[in-house]
């Protein structure tokens, strides 16, 4: 029932071969995102070039669609910046709460450390609320 050198490779093997697969996914799935991007784009020049070409009213009814797609995309985004800053913010939150909670850690001060994530959320919460383009606002994201 000896350890054998062996043995202590395969123990190192299951890691190894993990993290391997992890950033061979990683990599792999940032590849085919931003080659769905890519074509996306080809596709949205191609159309516009193709509106360019039709009469004014003919083509109303497409640019209609595409301004509610941009619209739709800027309160996707916007939404996600407010979601971010309500996590943070809970986080700050919870951390300084379990810092009472546990009396030593109150007496060290170290549930301090939870005010940086609540300022972190207030400014993506901020931001978000005050800056972050909204759809119709004719500014750009």
């Given at each position: ?22 950033f ?79 009396r ?25 609320l ?12």
């Amino acid at each position: 029932m000896g350890s054998t050198p062996l043995s202590h490779l395969l123990i190192l093997f299951v890691p190894v071969v993990g993290t391997i697969a992890l950033f061979t996914y990683l990599a792999v799935a940032s590849w085919s995102r931003a080659r769905q991007r890519e074509r996306e784009a080809a596709y949205r020049s191609e159309l516009l070039r193709k509106l360019s070409e039709m009469s004014a009213e003919a083509a109303a009814p497409v640019l209609a669609i595409l301004r509610e797609d941009d619209a739709r995309a800027l309160r996707r985004r916007r939404e996600g910046l407010i979601l971010a800053g309500m996590i943070w913010l809970v986080l700050g939150v919870g951390w300084i709460a379990a810092g009472h909670i546990v009396r030593d850690v109150e007496r060290s001060g170290a549930w301090a450390v939870g005010i940086l994530p609540m300022l972190v959320g207030s400014a993506i919460l901020f931001h978000a609320l005050v800056f972050a383009s909204r759809p119709g606002s004719g500014q750009p994201s």
